[in-house]
């Protein structure tokens, strides 16, 4: 092999040879064998793990992308979303999940829903459950998984196309929390229709396509998933959908009126979905933020994410208000459609304010 000068700092990466040893990076002396900038004093596991698993010629490959596409594309581009970065790997996921952590999370929640499910049925637990309040399973939670289960699909494809492992895994881990939540609504309501008289788990899937409550949440569903631009997906899923629709459902709705109606099980469910998305929302949060924070392409990016969120922020507002009669269905309301209509507000404001983006007219009042 032929031997290189190189006099290139730290992070620059040689231009003239692709040789071994000829370009110096961080690291490049390092008996551990770091080849990246750490966030902390030192690399975490999560950091060895993904970072730069995902090759980039900016970085390292000198000699551009070995493989492309039949029509020439490259194997990752920076123009496969309009948001613009000086340095797409400065993100790091809050979370730090990675492959293992991940497969361990899900493990464990799985393993607790159905043992809570198991108990619940060993005491006759959905037996209790009040009979008006079944039909709001049947109907109403039944449809709800599919759009958990759109939102899976959507990110799942979104993921693709992130120009980083790091922002592709935390995008593929969010796909995967959404997917197993609309599988776990689906156990859960064959479940405990094998102990409930006549509970019919179909009928979901009826009301998702029909019925009138739910059309504007398919609507928005569908625009999510027709979307091109991976982190238009991305920034559709957590800075709108979820603060306006999917929170509002879950937390203002099954959350609080559940155990009125005798069903203490139906919380411990819905309740790992929340837990979900307080990562994935910290995950977005801190990536839409270094966009925003952007010292060359903040102001672009400012003025695309309101973009989105205009658009999105409109469907889901309509969205939202259109499910307000399930709140009037329990035989025994204690949840109020108006307060937590007003918290999902004040919670989609929250987030806008911490990404630095305009809320549209809709959500500003």
């Known amino acids: 092999m032929s031997q290189a000068t190189n006099n290139t700092t730290p992070d620059t990466p040689s231009t003239a040879t692709g040789a071994a040893g000829s370009a110096r990076f961080a690291g490049w002396d390092s008996r551990k064998y770091n080849y990246f900038t750490p966030k902390g004093r030192k690399a975490t596991h999560y950091e060895d793990m993904t970072l730069d698993v995902q090759p980039d010629p900016k970085r390292y ?5 070995i493989m492309s596409f039949g029509n020439g594309d490259t194997t990752y581009t920076e ?20 492959e293992r952590t991940h497969y361990q999370r899900q493990s464990t929640i799985v393993g607790m829903i159905s043992q809570a ?12 459950y009040d009979k008006t309040w079944v039909k709001v399973l049947e109907k ?9 289960f759109g939102l899976g699909t959507s990110l799942m494809h979104a993921q693709r196309y992130g120009y980083t492992q790091m922002i592709n895994s935390t995008i593929l881990t969010n796909s995967s929390y959404k997917l197993r939540f609309a599988q776990d609504i689906t156990l859960y309501l064959g479940d405990i229709g094998l102990d409930i008289e ?23 569903i569908e625009a999510i998933g027709g979307a091109t631009d991976y982190l238009e997906k991305y920034f559709a899923v957590n800075m709108v959908f979820e603060p306006l629709v999917g929170e509002l459902f879950r937390s203002g709705f099954f959350m609080q009126a559940a155990a009125a109606q005798n069903d203490f099980l139906t919380p411990t469910v819905v309740s790992s979905a929340e837990g979900d ?26 003025a695309l994410f309101a973009g989105w969120m205009a658009r999105y922020g409109d469907m889901a507002v309509s969205a939202a208000k259109n499910l ?22 004040e919670r989609v404001k929250a987030i806008s304010q911490q990404i630095g983006v305009a809320l549209p007219a809709s959500l500003a009042a």
């Open 324 to 345: 307000q009669p399930i709140w009037s269905l329990p035989r025994t309301k204690v949840a109020q459609f108006e307060a937590a209509y007003a918290a999902a507000v």
């Open 140 to 148: 109403h939670l039944g449809a709800y998984k599919h759009a958990e």
């Open 198 to 220: 006549g509970f019919d788990a179909e009928i979901g899937k009826t009301q998702w396509l029909e019925d009138p409550i739910w059309q504007p949440t398919r609507q928005l």
């Open 277 to 302: 998305y307080q990562r994935n929302l910290a995950n977005s949060v801190e990536l839409f933020h270094m966009l925003t924070a952007d010292a060359t392409h903040g102001a672009h990016n400012k």
């Open 61 to 65: 490959l000198l000699q551009d992308w």
């Open 79 to 98: 123009s496969w979303t309009a948001a613009r970065s000086s340095d797409w790997h400065v993100y790091r996921s809050v979370d730090e999940e990675w």
């Open 117 to 128: 499910i198991e108990n619940a049925r060993r005491s006759g637990a959905a037996q209790r």
